[in-house]
């Protein structure tokens, strides 16, 4: 370790490694900050870091299977470094640490540290203990000196208090809390000035935003606030649970041409019998309904959906009728994820068990009827003219960008053949592929 001269502390280069959601994508870009703040550097090669931060994820099985997989293939067994040769200390944190507790220490010998994330606001005190860092430098959060993308994520809340039968969300994240909008808009406020022209708002589940407040909030008003305050960003909000698609949230949408007329409401199911064991509610009569109730409040809305297959004792009939509920095309952009049987929840120790190759394989199915629909809706946008926000440029220079009907990382992107990043452009859309779209820059 060198000096750094600005505070006389250890110059320590602390790497992030940020596995699974966008919820942990913001949790590692505060976790950077309160770092930067106290004289820590933040590298991107594993090879020259002191200190390797791994943001785990344990949503469902397989990622807990990555987080382990990553781990191991950046240490090697023993901190032998298989790969960027890696020798300085490891912070396990995230899901991981909040969900396994004294197991997982009892399991990775080789961590020096575990982070729960309800702990994470402590990271520097964790990193100063590590690296035997007495003095305490004052801690605020003050923006990370890197690259920051157009679009960025905003976390409005964390925790749950759904309890589905399926989920290990309440385990890990504890119960729901809103952050304050204060929060909200300073952090907002933080990552227009450094250039983001969207701003994507996320939760466990957005729609009760406010709700846990002495005074009593809504996510209508604060997407309200930040449109007026900003009218010039993007705001687009996801995850938002079909009771928080309120008359005032859809009355804001239509009033604030800067709030993306996009939502992503998952139900999971439309069977009433699957979604009482998921401890849920609502049914395809339910949910038609709902869709297009929005759509008849906002006709050019773009609607997303997610899905789980193969939950304990679904039948072939109930799988039908959500094959059936999907073909019918009430949304433009469906997720599917055969279902994961996650110790420790209450759909863990349920009756009938359906086997791995058959919850694969309605999957698969459930896609492909998805894929249909969606690259038809999709196709239904040629000769349109929309807001394209440019985001960058592909290996090969090819422009790409997204509508307001795209959300991040999901819904697929626009190509164009000129454009700076950050540009909002008014683009006649000319062909489709699938979930992608081209267009003439007008």
Known sequence: MSINHANNRPLVNVCFVTLGCAKN?????????????????????????DVLIVNTCTFISEATEESIDTIFGI?????????GDFHGKLVIAGCMPSRYGIDLHNEFAEADAFLPCADEENVVSVIDE???????????????????????????????????????????????HSFTFEQIDSEVLQLIGRGVKEIVLIAQDTGIWGSDFKEKDSLANLLSRLASEYPQTWFRVMYTEPEGVTEKLLDVMLENQNICRYLDIPIQHVSPIVLKAMRRSGSSEKF??????????????????????????????????LCDFVADGPFDYVGVFPYSREEGTLAYDLPDQIDEDTKIERARVIRDIADNVSSAKIAANIDKVLDVLVEGTEE???????????????????YLASGNIGDVLKVRITDTVMYEMEGDVL
């Open 288 to 321: 038609d309904d709902m869709v297009k109730h929005i759509r008849s409040r906002i006709p050019d809305i773009t609607l997303r959906t997610t899905l789980i297959v193969g939950f304990p004792g679904e039948s072939e009939e109930e799988f039908d009728g």
């Open 25 to 49: 994508e913001v949790d590692t870009r505060h976790m950077k900050q309160r770092l930067m703040s106290a004289g820590y550097s933040i590298c991107e090669d594993t090879s020259l870091a």
């Open 130 to 176: 590590l690296m035997g860092i007495q003095e305490k430098e004052p801690v605020g959060l003050s923006i990370v000196d890197e690259a920051i993308p157009v679009s960025a994520y905003v976390k409005i809340s964390d925790g749950c208090n759904r309890f589905c039968s399926f989920c290990v969300i309440p385990y890990i994240r504890g119960r729901y």
């Open 396 to 414: 090969d220079g090819q422009i790409y960008g997204r509508c307001m009907c795209q959300a991040p990382e999901v819904d697929g992107v626009t």
């Open 75 to 83: 240490i090697g067994p023993d901190k032998t470094g298989f790969d």
